[in-house]
């Protein structure tokens, strides 16, 4: 039972970059694994939420963008390049791939959007604006930094 | 400072702690009220260790998993002692006030 909630713990996981992995997911994973309940197999609803935002804060926080002022040449780097483990010569997955991750992101923070809408539609949304308006902010935040990125590819 | 920074610095002035130990500890010193979620911790980590606020100790196997430890540094033990201090006297500040009125806002 336990092995079913660490390996799709471990899936959740993959929100973080290759990086990010290599040096915490163990370690995450304990913390997990030690905060679930006993008969749990599945990962909370508010524990994914929570991973799903804080994967895309550490995107951010260690991947810079191209500067369009540097003549559109797309010249990836991590920001922090003291952070332990970090590949220097590997941008982030999104960042190679910025068109498909345009529109999936746009589509996940539209999604969030109108979910927020049925919920609260239907008289039960309670607290979970709270968590899905910043989540549809943050999603649609990287989906606008990407398309200036697909549009210089 | 952010609250979440303030209790996990506190946690960690106590002694180095692992990540879930961090948790708990933190549930413990805001009395229940803030429990801390594992994305929220490592990403909180990952500031302070940046900002050279806390470093890694040790790393231990217990169970098959593996318990990274964390502790304050020296700059960490001045911050949190900075910050402290300034929420002692706000503290003290607001409790003087409300005594000389009686614990009611004047209307």
């Known amino acids: 039972m336990n092995g079913t909630l660490e390996r799709r713990y471990r899936r959740l996981l993959h929100l973080y970059p290759k990086a990010f992995r290599r040096e915490h997911e163990e370690e995450i994973l304990a913390v997990l694994m030690a905060s679930a309940a006993k008969a749990q197999t599945r990962p909370r609803l508010v524990e994914t939420f929570n991973l799903l935002i804080h994967a895309l804060l550490w995107r951010a926080r260690h ?47 539209a999604w969030f959007v109108i979910l927020t809408a049925i919920l609260y539609g239907y008289g039960v949304g309670g607290w979970w604006g709270a968590v899905l308006m910043p989540a549809a902010a943050v999603t649609l935040f990287f989906a606008y930094r990407l398309r200036v990125i697909a549009g210089k590819s | 400072m952010q609250e979440t920074t303030f209790l996990i610095l506190t946690a960690l002035a106590g002694g180095s702690r692992h990540g879930y130990g961090i948790i708990i500890d933190v549930e413990e010193i805001s009395t229940g009220r803030v429990r801390l979620r594992a994305g929220t911790l490592y990403t909180a980590l990952d500031r302070l260790q940046s900002d050279g606020l806390v470093e890694p100790d040790r790393e231990e196997i217990v169970d098959n998993r593996l318990r990274r430890y964390y502790r304050l540094t020296a700059t960490g033990a001045r911050r949190l002692a900075e910050e402290a201090e300034r929420l002692r006297s706000n503290a003290h500040a607001a409790t003087s006030r409300l005594d000389l009125n009686g614990g009611v806002a004047a209307t």
Do not use: Q
């Open chain 1, 63 to 109: 991947t810079s963008i191209p500067n369009p002022s540097r003549g559109g040449v797309m010249n990836f780097k991590w920001a922090d390049e003291n952070a332990a483990g970090i590949d220097k010569r590997i941008p982030a997955f999104e960042y190679r791939h910025p068109r498909l991750f345009c529109v999936l992101l746009t589509c996940t923070g």
